[in-house]
């Protein structure tokens, strides 16, 4: 069994920042991506940024330059950030962390945080 604890979620004004993260417990494989996706009200569930076991990243296009994802040397290295500067309100939504294998199998969910840039 595989657990996700997020935290860091809240209320900021346009341009301010935020930080999340979430650690990974339980049957961790050493080949894994870790990564961060956003649900806005009524819309579908969007990639926002991913980072292998190996140290590579991805971002989606709207978050480049602005968001940063890394790994913790902590917890064996299972814990994912996301640093998130210059937010905007179209980055309002849920965030989700999410694991899963990079050789496939089991996908595995955090709870959600909620993330709300508002004036």
């Known amino acids: 069994q595989v657990q996700l604890v997020e935290s860091g979620g809240g209320l900021v004004q346009p341009g301010g920042s935020l930080r999340l993260s979430c650690a990974a417990s339980g049957s961790i494989r050493s080949l894994n991506v870790m990564g961060w996706y956003r649900q806005a009200p009524g819309k579908q569930r969007d990639l926002v940024a991913t980072i292998t076991s190996g140290g590579n990243t991805n971002y989606a296009d709207s978050v480049k330059g602005r968001f940063t994802i890394s790994r913790s040397r902590d917890n064996g290295g299972n814990t994912v950030n996301l640093q998130m500067n210059s937010l905007r309100p179209g980055d309002t939504g849920a965030y989700y962390c999410?694991?899963?294998?990079?050789?496939?199998?089991?996908?595995?969910w955090g709870q959600g945080t909620p993330v709300t840039v508002s004036s």
């Open positions: 999410n694991l899963r294998w990079i050789t496939g199998g089991n996908d595995y």
